[in-house]
């Protein structure tokens, strides 16, 4: 299984950002995917996560609001829309494939394979 994320880069505070995660050696369809990020010195942390079907999302409450988790299995991708960005988003970006559950954990712990992780920077 890969999962390469792209889309990351430096943006001002108030601006956006769409990440994409392709996703191959697996029948995606069959899995939740989810978002987490990592800031220096701070551990990694759950954004949002999408059923293997696209119908049930989920975020954690520092992002419900400004982004939005979306899938294209036809395009075995996930992606992570971001709005009204904020300095605090900035952080290392990772996707991951959840092979456990249908609608995809809040733990790191729940998800078997990671992408490489893309940087976003948000200026203030």
């Known amino acids: 299984v890969q999962l390469q994320a792209s889309g990351g880069g430096l943006v001002q505070a108030g601006g956006s950002l769409r990440l994409s995660c392709a996703a191959s050696?697996?029948?995606?369809?069959?899995?939740?995917m989810g978002w987490f990020r990592q800031a220096p010195g701070k551990e990694r942390e759950f954004v949002a996560a999408i059923s293997r079907n696209g119908g049930f999302t989920y975020y954690a409450d520092s992002v419900k609001g400004r982004f939005t988790i979306s899938r294209d299995n036809a395009k075995n991708t996930v992606y992570l829309q971001m709005n009204s960005l904020k300095p605090e988003d900035t952080a290392l970006y990772y996707c991951?494939?959840?092979?456990?559950?249908?609608?995809?954990?809040?733990?790191?712990?729940?998800?078997?394979?990671w992408g490489q992780g893309t940087q976003v920077t948000v200026s203030s």
């Open positions: 991951a494939n959840d092979q456990r559950t249908w609608y995809g954990g809040r733990s790191s712990s729940e998800y078997d394979y």
């Open positions: 050696g697996l029948t995606f369809s069959r899995y939740a």
